[in-house]
């Protein structure tokens, strides 16, 4: 059955990939835009709002007049060129901006909500791959404490409510066109300039999700599953020491250095030894069994090689 379904985090890397789905399966898209000029070469909406998240009067006002059957909050904040206030900035607009759209849609009798967070956020205990009911890591050291307690709060805001429905989506590494890891990205160029090395024998794990599936899990979930979270990852979790020489050597890069933990902790942020040599993966299996979902990208060594126009795709 078609839907009215407005979109929060449109212009982004998994906004633009997913109106066209929405307006495929015949949907009505509202795009909320941070200003008019946005919209221009934007594919898939049918109508266009002019709104910030951090906003709430205003958001009231644009949601109400929408009158969405579902909300879709893809919003975050981690493009720029410091990391730390890419978390920073993308913790409040998750937890204040995600909250804020959990509100404007339960004034407005809205259904359900979607909204995106991150398997990044898990705790690295027990399991190597973590289900859903694995606890997030809020009392994590520092500013990844800070915002690992915004996700949890953002996520709890979400599904936690008895006047509507909310299904939070945890993604893995996003990658595919206009991420970190296409040319240009984070990592992509960390990885060109020997900035990601392997450190000791590269056990942190990484679960990645191609965008397109991203946006496929945010397609089915409009109208399938319960209230509650589920991880939106491939079927590969790769520790470093596999993923980072073989993402290296398909971009023509430098192979990784090798350094000690120790080295590591001197010379990198805590963050990315956190990333490199205990991280966890995920496990996409209740978004499996329940609603069937598949993802299009079931390893991220086809991803990648498709990207970099090694495999034919
Ligand atoms: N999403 C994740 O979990 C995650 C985690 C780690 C790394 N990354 C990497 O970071 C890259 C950057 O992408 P991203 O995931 O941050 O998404 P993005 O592609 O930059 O999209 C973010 C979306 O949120 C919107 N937005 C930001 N602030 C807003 C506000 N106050 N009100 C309304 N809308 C607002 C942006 O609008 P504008 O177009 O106006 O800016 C944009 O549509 C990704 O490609 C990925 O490689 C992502």
């Given at each position: 059955m078609p839907l009215r379904v407005f979109v929060a985090g449109a212009t982004g890397v998994?906004?633009?990939t997913l109106l066209p789905r929405l307006r495929q399966r015949g949907h009505h898209v509202t795009a909320l835009l941070r200003t008019a000029g946005r919209a221009q070469g934007l594919p898939g909406a049918d109508e266009v709002v002019v709104g910030d998240v951090l906003d709430l009067p205003r958001l009231r006002q644009v949601v109400r007049h929408a009158e969405p059957d579902v909300v879709v909050a893809q919003v975050s904040g981690f493009r720029g060129p410091d990391y730390d206030d890419a978390l920073a900035r993308t913790a409040r607009l998750w937890e204040d901006g995600t909250r804020n759209l959990v509100a404007a849609a339960a004034e407005a009798g809205v259904r359900r909500v979607v909204a995106q967070s991150m398997v990044a956020a898990y705790c690295p205990n027990g399991h190597d791959v973590l289900d859903e009911d694995s606890p997030l890591w809020i009392d994590a050291p520092g500013r990844w404490g800070e915002a690992v307690r915004a996700v949890a709060g953002m996520e709890s805001a979400v599904v936690d409510r008895s006047d509507l429905e909310g299904?939070?989506?945890?993604y893995g590494s996003l990658y595919g066109p206009n991420t970190w890891y296409a040319p240009g990205g984070l990592v992509h160029e960390q990885v060109r300039g020997s900035a990601l090395p392997l450190v000791t024998d590269?056990?942190?794990l990484t679960s990645f999700t191609?965008?397109?599936d991203a946006a496929s899990a945010v397609v089915e979930v409009l109208t399938a599953g319960e209230t509650g979270t589920y991880n939106v990852v491939d079927n590969e979790p790769a520790e470093c020491a596999?993923?980072?020489p073989a993402y290296a050597r398909m971009i023509g890069g430098p192979a990784p250095l090798s350094l000690t933990l120790d080295q590591a902790r001197a010379q990198l942020d805590w963050l990315t030894v956190h990333r490199l040599t205990e991280q966890r993966g995920a496990t996409n299996f209740r978004l499996r069994e329940t609603l069937g979902w598949r993802p299009g990208w079931p390893s991220w060594r086809e991803g990648f090689a498709?990207?970099?126009?090694?495999?034919?795709?």
């Amino acid at each position: 059955m078609p839907l009215r379904v407005f979109v929060a985090g449109a212009t982004g890397v998994v906004g633009r990939t997913l109106l066209p789905r929405l307006r495929q399966r015949g949907h009505h898209v509202t795009a909320l835009l941070r200003t008019a000029g946005r919209a221009q070469g934007l594919p898939g909406a049918d109508e266009v709002v002019v709104g910030d998240v951090l906003d709430l009067p205003r958001l009231r006002q644009v949601v109400r007049h929408a009158e969405p059957d579902v909300v879709v909050a893809q919003v975050s904040g981690f493009r720029g060129p410091d990391y730390d206030d890419a978390l920073a900035r993308t913790a409040r607009l998750w937890e204040d901006g995600t909250r804020n759209l959990v509100a404007a849609a339960a004034e407005a009798g809205v259904r359900r909500v979607v909204a995106q967070s991150m398997v990044a956020a898990y705790c690295p205990n027990g399991h190597d791959v973590l289900d859903e009911d694995s606890p997030l890591w809020i009392d994590a050291p520092g500013r990844w404490g800070e915002a690992v307690r915004a996700v949890a709060g953002m996520e709890s805001a979400v599904v936690d409510r008895s006047d509507l429905e909310g299904v939070v989506l945890r993604y893995g590494s996003l990658y595919g066109p206009n991420t970190w890891y296409a040319p240009g990205g984070l990592v992509h160029e960390q990885v060109r300039g020997s900035a990601l090395p392997l450190v000791t024998d590269g056990v942190g794990l990484t679960s990645f999700t191609h965008v397109e599936d991203a946006a496929s899990a945010v397609v089915e979930v409009l109208t399938a599953g319960e209230t509650g979270t589920y991880n939106v990852v491939d079927n590969e979790p790769a520790e470093c020491a596999e993923w980072l020489p073989a993402y290296a050597r398909m971009i023509g890069g430098p192979a990784p250095l090798s350094l000690t933990l120790d080295q590591a902790r001197a010379q990198l942020d805590w963050l990315t030894v956190h990333r490199l040599t205990e991280q966890r993966g995920a496990t996409n299996f209740r978004l499996r069994e329940t609603l069937g979902w598949r993802p299009g990208w079931p390893s991220w060594r086809e991803g990648f090689a498709t990207m970099f126009g090694l495999w034919p795709g």
